[in-house]
């Protein structure tokens, strides 16, 4: 507890702009929280439903049932329901309404993202406003018969310090985090496509199938 103190009051030590960029840290950290668990939850393929959609030929009745025990809100049960609610229209049609459902997906997954990104931006600029008003405080103190207080010129730059290391430090963080979540979309949207090709050319195959039976 001693050490969360004497490190609070290190960082409260770097002066006015030490507070909007705790403020911009607490917003990414929210962000990366809820990130982290909406792909922990809502993101990942269920093994059953993955090796299901991977046979060939399997029953549509079958991947329905899969389908609907997923949560409402996971997304690869929002991008599977329109196909399978639609399996019975022409190819062209399903892969339009696939289309469509695999965007809003792609909108709803990079929400809070462009936060990361402006705070990867913005972390660093208050930093460095933090390093001028921190050596403009140091420069007050030297007037023109010379430096007044040598412990207040220390202090400007102390000041000055450590709003840098912060602004770098948060910016590094969400930096990484940026990439890493945008990393996990890019792989998620991915399969996503490969395994919509995979139902879209089974809905062919059926349809191919009753027009030779038909003929």
Known sequence: MQGLNEAWEAIRFGGVMVYPLLALGVIALAIMTDKAYVHMKYVRMPDALLTLVETYGFSWKELESCVESLDSRHYFGRFFRPILANREKPAWWVESRAADEAQQIEKSMSRGLWVLETVV????????????TGMMNAFKLIGAKGL???SGVTGGVAEALIATALGLFIALVCLFAFNFFSRLQSQALDEMERLGTRLIDHIRM?????????S
Do not use: F, R, S, Y
């Open 121 to 132: 931006t913005a972390a660093p600029l208050l930093g460095l406003l933090g390093t001028i």
């Open 148 to 150: 007044v207080d040598p």
């Open 206 to 214: 059926d349809q191919e199938g009753g027009k030779i039976e038909a």
